[in-house]
């Protein structure tokens, strides 16, 4: 039976980053805002991305030799937790994800691309293929004779992604690909999703060809797909927690408004019976995600309390925003009710990367082998 560290620790420099995160979201994106990026075709405020990369956010996680801060994902994860509570539209937690990924790169590699993306240039990473495995070694892409065969699902940002870090097989064995949007020319196909906050799209990877300096084998390919699902889980939850804190903003604040028989709906007691379990949700879910975050700062195997907080936290937020669609009434069910833009954005959340049912029967595993 695994073992289980119960450890939390918050940081001086999470707490300056939570601080700063939290003002920087409440101004730069309050809910008229998100709405007007709804129809725009990158989805995202390009000033805004800017003052996030003056602010050093996008080299966080980056070594300094490389032109970052040189912190870790937990630094990361609590600039992500106030972007999900005001749903703020950028290609910041695609990027650090394939952050993580570059960091088990060579050291040529590294110099080639990390500074780029210290300054400014936006990663992402194509996992997913058509069966939508959430097994990330589970590849069909191959590559035969350096030359790509296949297609990838799924991918976020790839609109506006400079860098991908895609996912394939190289004899046999799972690698990593490094390509630049010139490497793709026109096969980035938008696709549909649910959280139209969010933009993902198809990349048809067959007939590319591919430098041999742009792979990553063996050991550090293993390694990197590890750090991409332990950031994407982490980030996720992330985005998750702070997704609660939103949604239930929303809800009390209309329960708050809203009269019926002359009283405050916010009076029924059955109303606040909800919002109470949503905030008590909140709490594990933030305690779950700075568990995790904590053993990822320390370089601790952390899959249990990932897998653990991914659960929680999206399993809460669904709660949530259904029941803040519910306590709108009528106007719940319209698209002019901020509720659902919350509610979308955590039934994205509760199957990118795994939903809730995976992830039990992962850790059904690493806890009762």
Not at 247 to 254: C, G, N, Q
Request: a negative charge.
């Amino acid at each position: 039976m695994a073992q289980l560290s119960h450890r939390i620790a918050f940081s001086d420099e999470q707490a300056m980053l939570l601080e700063t995160a939290t003002a920087f979201c409440r101004e730069k994106s309050p809910i008229r805002a998100v709405r007007n990026l709804l129809g725009s075709e990158t989805g995202f405020d390009r000033a805004v991305w800017d003052d996030m990369v003056a602010l050093g956010w996008s080299g966080i996680a980056i070594p300094e030799q490389h032109g970052g801060s040189g912190l870790t994902l937990a630094e990361v994860a609590t600039v992500t937790e106030p972007m999900g509570r005001h749903l703020l539209a950028t290609p910041f937690v695609s990027t650090q994800i394939a952050v993580q990924a570059l960091l088990h790169a060579s050291a040529a590699q590294q110099k080639a691309i990390l500074p780029r993306i210290a300054q400014g240039a936006i990663a992402t990473t194509a996992m997913f293929e058509a069966d939508g495995n959430w097994d990330l070694t589970a590849i069909e892409t191959t590559a035969t004779a350096l030359r790509l065969e296949g297609a990838k699902s799924m991918v976020v940002d790839a609109g506006v992604a400079d860098i991908f870090v895609i996912s394939i097989r190289v004899d046999g064995a799972p690698a990593l690909a490094i390509l630049d949007r010139a490497d793709l020319q026109s096969r980035i196909l938008p696709e549909t999703i649910i959280d139209e906050t969010k933009r993902s799209a198809r990349l048809d990877l067959t007939g590319i060809e591919i430098p041999a300096a742009s792979l990553i084998t063996g050991q550090a390919a293993r390694e990197a797909l590890g750090a991409i699902r332990d950031a994407a889980l982490l980030l996720a939850s992330a985005e998750a927690a702070g997704g609660i804190a939103g949604v239930l903003d929303v809800t009390v604040d209309y329960l708050n408004t809203r009269t019926s028989f002359g009283r405050k709906i916010g009076s029924y007691q059955s109303l606040k019976h909800a919002c109470a379990d949503i905030l008590v949700g909140l709490e594990r879910s933030r305690s779950h995600l700075y568990h995790a975050a904590t053993l990822c700062a320390g370089n601790e195997t952390a899959e249990i309390a990932l897998r653990m907080a991914k659960t929680e936290a999206c399993e809460v937020f669904a709660y949530a925003g259904d029941r803040a669609v519910q306590f709108h009434g009528g106007f719940g069910f319209t698209w002019e009710c901020d509720a659902q833009l919350y509610l979308r954005r955590a039934m994205w959340l509760q199957y990118w990367h795994g939903d809730a049912a995976h992830h039990r029967r992962k850790l059904a595993d690493l806890l009762l082998g």
